[in-house]
């Protein structure tokens, strides 16, 4: 993409606005959505225990629900990744954002980190899936393995990060990711995207989502001290 291009972009139809902290709160949670919905962000993106709020709040509007599962560790069984993914779908949300198994993919385990991701991906439908890589944690070798295993199973997204690691998107792993996967599969860059200079240069790099909590602060060309 040109430098020109990316001046053009819209970006808060990019944007997962996000708030996936554990002390979260309704009131908190319900003004996530009225930003989202004044912006026109793409989706708002919460834990699964506060999606049917979300697909309340978001009624009539274009705003999509998004719920995070597995998160922010991705090491519990897969049913039970699974079954979340299906109960937040039936309680409203229209994407799934999932965290894979690290220790898995680290082990070269790669058909236990196959069918983890292939069986959420069947529990959510229509919905369309993304797939949380925690890149900070993972080599570049990790890194194609899971972005080929993710590109087999034709997943909507891959992502870099869950916010909460030691790192967050990087401009390298967006370029790593998007060549990998191709052009058919999303790649989000999450995690310290947090002014509108790191949203160019990520949708530069290949990035066609976007999530973060400082949405607001991008869309307004802003300052924000988010970590996510």
């Known amino acids: ?30 003004r996530v959505c009225e930003e989202a919905r004044h912006f026109g962000f793409y989706s708002v993106c919460v834990n699964s225990c506060h999606v049917p709020f979300v697909a309340e709040h978001l009624t009539g509007s274009d705003v999509k629900v998004c719920a995070v599962v597995g998160f922010p560790l991705g090491a519990m069984l897969p049913k039970a990744k699974a079954y979340e993914a299906a109960c937040a779908v039936a309680a409203g949300a229209e994407e799934i954002d999932m965290v894979i198994n690290i220790g898995w993919l680290k082990d070269g385990d ?11 991906l069947a ?3 229509k919905a369309p899936l993304k797939v949380i890589l925690e890149t900070a944690l993972l080599t570049d070798e990790e890194k194609t393995i899971i972005c080929e295993i993710c590109r087999d199973l034709n997943v909507a997204f891959v992502k870099t990060s869950t916010g909460f690691a030691k790192g967050g998107a990087t401009i390298e792993d967006v370029r790593l990711m998007r060549r990998i996967v191709g052009e058919k599969i999303g ?4 995690g310290g995207v947090r002014d ?9 790099a290949g990035a066609n989502r976007l999530g973060t ?14 970590a996510y």
Do not use: F, W
Not at 3 to 25: C, F, Q
């Open 123 to 125: 529990a959510c439908g």
């Open 187 to 190: 790649v989000k860059a999450s």
């Open 196 to 204: 509108q200079q790191a949203a160019e240069a990520m949708i530069a």
């Open 1 to 30: 993409m040109s430098e020109t291009l990316v001046k053009t972009v819209n970006y808060a139809s990019y944007i997962d606005h996000t708030l996936l902290a554990p002390d979260a709160r309704q009131e908190q949670i319900a």
């Open 213 to 226: 909590s400082s949405g607001v602060h991008i869309v307004q060309n802003t300052s924000s001290n988010s």
């Open 110 to 120: 790669l058909d236990a980190v196959k069918d983890d991701i292939a069986q959420v």
